[in-house]
């Protein structure tokens, strides 16, 4: 009688998760408080994503107010065979950058039929559980995390080629960069796909403020504990002493930059002090932590040929607030 072993199967249930260091990465404790001393406080949007960070995230994707996730997947699903077909077919290698929980490129995957799927995100942590648990979803594809910070530029460790590669980088992520920088992380992108590779990537357009303005302030509050949990985040990278009762969530479109900001704003005076110095703030002072930049379905097309993708196609929702793009590298 073979024993239960014999009936284990040898596929990896834990799959690799290799982090890539960087000598171009800022230290976070440095960057942190360098944004926290500078004349318009500011802290990167990056390090919202602590554990509990990536959690209230996924909690804003459920949100009625939160149109960007559900409008998404809904072009997805409604065109993803049409999707494949123009990204070449199944066997890619794709890569999901600022991969989260994985469930958006988990949805491709019955479609896509990837030969091998690379998740990267800078909550090495979350992403790694996330792997976990869907390598025993699909225990036929090869999966590899990789923890980076996306800002020092876009590093992928050594991997032997298995198809093309196919970048995705859903959830309007890339409306976080200012648009210079954005160009700048699509030329990444592309170099990254390779000659024969290409891009799928989500980006929210500019729509009537009302829904922007409730998209980023919703009244559960959900988006403010997302926004104020940065500040526990960098009590424990900076060794701040920021006390969140004392900070309130502020978020509004502005048209003239095209983007959604999101703030802190101090609810009186108060001081913060962090090892070797601090700072006051007024009642009313903000510290700026996010921007997501809001386009045109044009604007983004002429983005992408300016950072050197030969062709791209669109899909929009009926209502006309979101665009799915498949941008070729060649
Ligand atoms: C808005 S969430 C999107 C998650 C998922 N792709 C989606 O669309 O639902 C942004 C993701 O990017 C990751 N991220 C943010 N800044 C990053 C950076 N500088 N480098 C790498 N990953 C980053 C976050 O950890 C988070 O998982």
């Known amino acids: 009688m073979p024993g239960d072993a014999d009936h284990f199967d ?16 800022p230290r976070p404790r440095d960057e942190i408080l360098a944004g926290l001393a500078a004349p318009r406080p500011a802290i990167a949007p990056k390090y919202f994503y602590d554990d509990l960070g990536s959690r209230l995230f996924e909690a ?6 939160y149109y960007l ?54 909550a090495v942590g979350f992403l790694a559980a996330s792997l976990e648990c869907l390598q025993r979803d699909f225990p036929d594809i090869e999966m590899l995390g990789v923890g980076i910070d996306l800002s020092a530029g876009l590093r992928l460790p050594p991997m032997d080629e298995r198809g093309r590669r196919l970048l995705f980088y859903p959830g309007s992520s890339i409306g976080n ?9 699509l030329r990444q992108f592309r170099e990254a796909a390779g000659p024969e590779g290409a891009l799928l990537i989500g980006v929210d357009l500019i729509k009537e403020t009302t829904l922007l303005d409730a998209a980023y302030d919703d009244p559960l509050g959900v988006t403010a504990a997302f926004n104020l949990n940065v500040l526990l985040h960098v009590n424990r990278l900076a060794g701040t002493d920021f006390d969140v009762r004392k900070w309130r969530h502020a978020a509004f479109f502005d048209p003239v930059s095209s ?11 108060v001081t913060v002090g962090w090892p070797g110095g601090g700072r006051r703030f007024k009642a009313g002072d903000r510290i700026h932590t996010e921007n997501s930049y809001k386009y045109t379905l044009e604007g983004f097309g002429a983005m992408l040929r300016d950072a050197g993708f030969a062709r791209s196609r669109a899909w929009c929702d009926p209502r006309g607030w979101f665009a799915v793009l498949l941008a070729q590298a060649r």
């Not at 960069?177 to 992380?185: E, G, S, T, Y």
């Open 10 to 25: 040898a596929r990896p249930t834990k799959p690799r998760v290799v982090v890539v260091p960087s000598s171009q990465a």
């Open 60 to 65: 804003i994707t459920q949100l009625p107010e």
């Open 69 to 122: 996730t559900r409008t998404e997947a809904s072009i997805l699903s409604g065109h993803l065979p049409e999707i494949v077909r123009e990204a070449g077919g199944e066997g890619a290698t794709l890569v999901d950058v600022g991969a989260g929980n994985c469930q958006k490129a988990a949805r491709l995957f019955s479609a896509l039929r990837p030969a091998r799927y690379v998740a990267v995100d800078i």
């Open 177 to 185: 960069f200012a648009p210079d920088d954005a160009i700048a992380l």
């Open 259 to 269: 983007r959604v900001e999101m703030h802190l704003e101090a609810r009186a005076d």
